[in-house]
């Protein structure tokens, strides 16, 4: 079955801290690895990932793909209150085909 | 550009009643997704259409959880009866068919709460 695991579950960090978020799969045929940020409405897209190694970034937000360790890790630099959102990581099994989410990682940014 | 619409954003229904949700997807998306959210977890999908077309719905509770999408655009999911366990956000998502950037777009979701 596939399966999708984020960690940590929960993270409270203070404005101007870094955070680390993980996210790790087992599913057949891997195609793309997803990241969506969901604040009280709907999953918004930040970054697609396909191939290993190579780093996506969008102003403090960064994210890399290790296709051997079958995982991905999000980066946030100097956070800030609204970065205070779930995390949500999403995996492509097939080309095509669904997507399945992982738990999400909730982060509390305090000011 | 138009994002995916859902209504109604808010239900409250009793258990054993009925509900149905509708979604319009962005113009243009041949597929189409009906995830369920339950507070605390990643969504979860309950089916996929492309076109008018169903390719995944093995997760869908089938005794009590319809959709529909007759014509390729809009689509309706149905809940006949509702559990206390139905509750939670249900999200629409739509895609192009076999987009290279595979992102999915969302609603807004339609929260449901059965008491």
């Known amino acids: 079955e596939d399966k999708v695991v984020q960690s940590p579950l929960s993270l409270v960090v203070h404005e101007g801290d870094t955070v680390t978020l993980n996210c790790s799969y087992e599913?057949?045929?891997?195609?793309?690895l997803l990241w969506y940020k969901q604040e009280k409405k709907a999953p918004t897209f930040l970054f697609m990932l396909t191939s290993s190694g190579i780093e996506k970034k969008s102003g403090r937000l960064s994210s890399i793909l290790d296709k051997k360790e079958l995982s991905s890790i999000l980066n946030i630099t100097a956070t800030q209150t609204g970065d205070s959102a779930i995390y949500l990581c999403?995996?492509?099994?097939?080309?095509?085909?669904?997507?399945?989410f992982g738990p999400g990682t909730r982060l509390s940014v305090l000011p | 550009e138009a994002g995916v619409a859902q209504s109604p954003r808010y239900k409250i229904i009793e258990k054993r009643q009925s509900v149905a949700f509708w979604c319009n997807p962005i113009s243009g998306h041949a597929t189409l997704y009906w995830y369920q959210q339950i507070l605390g977890q990643g969504p979860k999908l309950l089916i996929q259409f492309q076109n008018n077309g169903v390719v995944d719905d093995s997760q869908l509770p089938k005794d009590r959880f319809s959709a529909e999408r007759l014509k390729g655009v809009d689509s309706t999911l149905k809940i006949q009866p509702a559990k206390l366990e139905d509750s939670a956000v249900y999200l629409c998502a739509s895609s192009l068919v076999y987009a290279n950037t595979g992102e999915l777009f969302f609603g807004e979701g339609s929260r449901l709460t059965v008491l």
């Open positions: 599913v057949t045929n891997f195609r793309s």
């Open positions: 999403a995996v492509s099994p097939n080309y095509g085909q669904n997507f399945v």
